[in-house]
Structure formats: structure tokens, C-alpha cells
């Protein structure tokens, strides 16, 4: 620990006196100081033990003394030393009545007594302190660099819990707690995944304190990596501002978990290639080779039902940065394996069925279609989620993630599963402007005639398909006679230059008089 007005007066060679503010002697010695000036204040940082002898001081007058001492205290000066037997046999009454005054520890200094030899001490204790400090921090640098290695961020933790008296968690790049040490502590680092995610906002390094009545104790905030947004973070909760050795600790600790993070960057780097690689040979409806090549990096995801989500962003990979974490980190809190790949613009997600990762797309594209609700905007991510397949069908789960892509693209919506295309009714597909193009083009000829009077074929061929060409029925919807009907169609198959008997022309004739409904 550092010097303190206590230890200097226990110093045998010494030969210090207290003559005032006896309760205050546990406070640290910053540094001794000589001064004799009237107000040496202005040279004064806190924390000095400021050695006088009164050359100038009028340290008999009550009332300049009071004013002296209380601009010492007010200067953080922790204690008074005085030389004896030089311009005063004993120390002035007036300077002691001051001093007890207000509590400011004063020390009677013998005239054997150099205050180089005081200065001397103070500097002696305050490098010793400080060598304890640094061979303390180096032996917490090898204890967590072994924990690290035995066990892993856990380890470090645990580790660096021990160091500092308190506990210490490990963020992941969502904000997530990953590993709390002790187990009590997870509650407590639940509790700042909101100053968490400000700190990692700001780039790396940063780091910020989070304290006050509100706060059962005092936790210091670290960003973990070297890239512009960090990619973790660490706390530190301590009963108590952090003494020298636990600072080592705690930079130590930061500097390893960074090395980590890195290093599990590089890491997950090379599993994306693999990544690519095994997408591909899934497409290429070649699973064995793909099972081959993934081994055991992606468990059992490959033999189970799995979604395969395609997204967009107009920024590009840094657009989808956001959602890629969110499915990372909610498919590593539930332990399930996940194959993202970056594709050009893309991103490809292979993820379990109804698990974490799939239910975590669903939710950001809740959360960003509210926002985009909120303000009125249109999204800059889009995403389509396939139904579930197996390996043998993922080019069938990409082409439906495809087709999901676009009809959320077309519609104006962050996600669209297949199931909702299936379950739904094709009629919506039809507001597209090519549809919409089309339909004009093929009936324009039929809506030209019926303007000249001299018809209702367009109607006509409405009731007519809508009865499944039965005569009878269409005529009565119509209020006309079947043979009148019968001549209507035929001028429609005469204007149109098209067979009515063929399904595709009957199918399509249906569609562009759905198409055009609706204006």
C-alpha cells in the first residue's frame, strides 16, 4: 500500500511528532513537499505532505493562520509537516489551534530531522508500493494467461474475479452476457446490456464507469477488439475504485480477451470459407460432399430439418452486419450450430427448424418493420425465409427463399416466409406493373370494342370463366339467351385471334381480368 501520514510517523529514524488531527493519520501520502510561500496553493495538486519551517508565515497571528490552513485543506494538502528549532523553538499555539480546527494533521519535525530525509522516505515507500503493484500485476498476468489457457474466457474470469475481490463478465458482440464469475453475478450483468451496447457504439478502444446510489457497486465497462465496432466486452465490479495491481489485472485480462476475440475472428474467417464451400455443394445436390467437408463444425444441422433465409441490404454486407450478429448470438446462446455465408450482397443463413436462430430472424424483422412503421420508411433490408428442407432439397429452399426475397421486395416487407405464399392467394402477385402491363395489353382489344356499343364481350368472358364456360348458368348471371353468349364468345376468340377451348389462354384471359379488377 502507499505511504501514509502514519507509517512516516512509525518511521523510527524520523523522530516525527503528531500534534494535531491524530484521527486522520490513514490517509496516503501523494508526495512530500517544501513550500515557503505565503500560499503555496496554486502549486499544489492534493494529496502532499507539505514541509514548512514559517520563514514567512505570521504563524503567531490566530486569524492569518486559520486562513492559511484552511486554504491547505481546501488545496487537499493531507498534512502539515513543521520544523522545529529553526525560526520557531516549538510550534506556534496559533497553527496548532488552526490545524485542529480543521482536523489537517500536523507533524512536529525535529531540527535533526532533513526534510530531505522525510522526502526521501516518502519517495522510498511510494517506489516500493509501486515495484508490489507491478510484481503483483505480472503474477495475475501469468495466474489469468494460465487460466485462460486451461479453461478458456471462464477461466480468465474466475481469475480475475479473485484479483480484484469482486466479479467480472465477458459480452458477446450482441450484447449478450456470455460467462459471469461468480455464477451470483449474472443478474447484476444482465442489468448494463443497455450501457453495454452504448459503449460498444463509441469505437475500440473505449471503455466507461457506471456507479452511483443507484448501484450497488462500482463497474467499470471495456471494449474487447481492434476493428472499428468491438466485437465484445468486459465488466468489472468492485466494492471500490481499483488499486494499482488490479488495474494490471484488469488490462491483462483485456489484453487476453482481446488476443481471444481476434484470434476467434480469424477463426470464424476461415469457418465462413468452409461455410461457402458447403453451401455450394449443397446447391449442387451433392450433401454427402458437403457432410464431408463440414465434419463436425455444423453438428447435426445438416441430417435435421433446417430454413434457409436469404437477405438484402442496399448497404451491402455492412447493412446485414446487425442481423448476422443477432442470429450468431442468439444460435451460440442456444447452443445450436448455424451456417451463415456473406454472398456478394447477400447473406445466407442455414439454421435449425423452430430453433433460436430462426425465431431471432423473426423477431428483428418485427422490430425493423415497426421502426419502419414508426417513421415511415421503407427498410433497407429485406429478407425471405424458405420452408423447411433437408440437404437433399436445399436448392429447392434456396429458390423458395429467393421467391420469398421478392415478394418481400415487392410488397414493401422485411420478411416474407414461403409458407405465408402458399397458405395465401396469388391474386396479391398481380398488383405487380408488369402483370398489371400485361393484362392491359392482352384485353385492350376487347374494352376498344364494348366502347363502340355494339357489345359486352369483356363481361361477358367474366361470367363466362367464372361459370367454368357452362352456357346455361353464365347466360342467366348475364340476363341474356345462351346462343347471344355463344356469339359473344366467338367474337371474343376472333378479336383476340385465340382459342377459348385451350386452358392456358382461358388461365390467362382469368388472371388479366383479376389484374384489372381492381381499378
Not at 492559511?68 to 494538502?77: E, S
Not at 497553527?95 to 522516505?121: C, N, Y
Not at 460467462?179 to 471503455?207: G, H, I, K, Y
Not at 341474356?480 to 385465340?498: C, P
Request: glycine share 8%; with cysteine.
Amino acid at each position: 500500500m502507499p505511504p501514509t501520514l502514519a507509517s512516516l510517523v512509525h518511521h523510527s529514524a524520523l523522530k516525527l511528532a503528531v500534534r494535531a488531527g491524530e484521527d486522520r493519520l490513514d490517509v496516503p501520502v501523494r508526495w512530500a513537499h517544501v513550500s515557503e510561500l505565503a500560499d503555496p496553493v496554486p502549486y499544489m495538486e492534493g494529496g502532499e505532505l507539505l514541509l514548512i519551517t514559517a520563514l514567512k508565515l505570521d504563524a503567531e497571528n490566530p486569524e492569518s493562520m486559520r486562513r492559511y490552513v484552511k486554504r491547505l485543506v481546501g488545496a487537499g494538502v493531507v498534512g502539515l509537516g513543521f520544523a522545529v528549532g529553526v525560526n520557531y523553538e516549538d510550534i506556534p499555539g496559533a497553527l496548532v489551534d488552526a490545524a485542529r480546527e480543521e482536523g489537517l494533521p500536523l507533524l512536529e519535525v525535529p531540527r535533526r530531522t532533513p526534510f530531505l530525509a522525510i522526502s526521501k522516505a516518502v519517495s522510498a515507500a511510494i517506489a516500493a508500493d509501486q515495484y508490489r503493484a507491478v510484481t503483483a500485476g505480472f503474477a495475475a498476468q501469468r495466474e489469468l494467461t494460465k487460466q485462460a489457457l486451461a479453461e478458456g474466457p471462464e477461466g480468465l474470469l474466475t481469475a480475475l474475479a479473485a484479483q480484484v475481490d469482486g466479479w467480472a463478465a465477458l459480452y458477446d458482440a450482441s450484447g449478450a452476457v456470455v460467462a459471469t464469475a461468480p455464477e451470483w453475478a449474472v443478474r447484476r450483468a444482465a442489468r448494463l446490456t443497455a450501457d453495454v451496447e452504448r459503449l460498444r457504439e463509441r469505437p475500440a478502444p473505449a471503455s466507461s464507469v457506471v456507479g452511483g446510489p443507484e448501484h450497488e457497486d462500482r463497474v467499470e465497462l471495456h471494449s474487447l477488439g481492434t476493428g472499428r465496432r468491438p466485437r465484445a466486452a468486459l465488466a468489472v465490479g468492485t466494492a471500490a475504485a481499483l488499486g494499482t495491481a488490479e488495474r494490471y489485472a484488469v488490462h491483462s485480462a483485456i489484453a487476453l480477451l482481446t488476443l481471444t476475440t481476434e484470434r476467434s475472428r480469424s477463426l470464424h474467417a476461415a469457418e465462413q470459407r468452409i461455410g461457402a464451400a458447403v453451401l455450394r455443394m449443397l446447391l449442387a445436390g451433392q450433401p454427402d460432399h458437403a457432410r464431408a467437408v463440414a465434419g463436425d463444425l455444423y453438428g447435426g444441422l445438416l441430417d435435421a430439418p433446417f430454413r434457409t433465409m436469404v437477405a438484402e441490404s442496399d448497404a451491402g454486407q455492412a447493412g446485414l452486419a446487425g442481423l448476422t450478429e443477432t442470429v450468431e448470438a442468439a444460435a451460440a446462446r442456444a447452443g445450436e450450430a448455424v451456417l451463415v455465408v456473406p454472398e456478394g450482397e447477400r447473406l445466407v443463413v442455414l439454421a435449425a427448424d423452430g430453433g433460436a436462430a430462426v425465431a431471432a430472424c423473426g423477431e428483428y424483422a418485427a422490430e425493423r418493420e415497426a421502426a419502419r412503421k414508426a417513421t415511415t420508411e421503407e427498410d433497407d433490408i429485406v429478407l425471405g425465409l424458405s420452408a423447411p428442407a433437408g440437404p437433399i432439397a436445399a436448392a429447392a429452399a434456396y429458390k423458395q427463399a429467393e421467391q420469398s426475397l421478392s415478394v418481400a421486395r415487392r410488397r414493401g416487407r422485411v420478411m416474407v416466409e414461403h409458407e405465408q405464399l402458399a397458405a395465401g392467394s396469388v391474386l396479391p402477385l398481380l398488383a405487380d406493373d408488369a402483370v398489371r402491363a400485361f393484362a392491359d395489353g392482352l384485353l385492350r382489344a376487347l374494352h376498344e370494342h364494348d366502347a363502340t356499343g355494339r357489345g359486352d364481350l369483356v363481361a361477358s368472358l367474366r361470367a363466362w370463366l367464372s361459370r367454368h364456360g357452362q352456357w346455361d348458368a353464365a347466360a342467366a348471371d348475364l340476363g341474356v339467351h345462351r346462343h347471344t353468349l355463344r356469339y359473344r364468345m366467338r367474337r371474343v376468340e376472333e378479336i383476340l385471334g385465340r382459342s377459348l377451348d385451350d386452358p392456358d389462354v382461358r388461365m390467362e384471359l382469368w388472371l388479366a381480368l383479376k389484374a384489372t379488377s381492381s381499378e
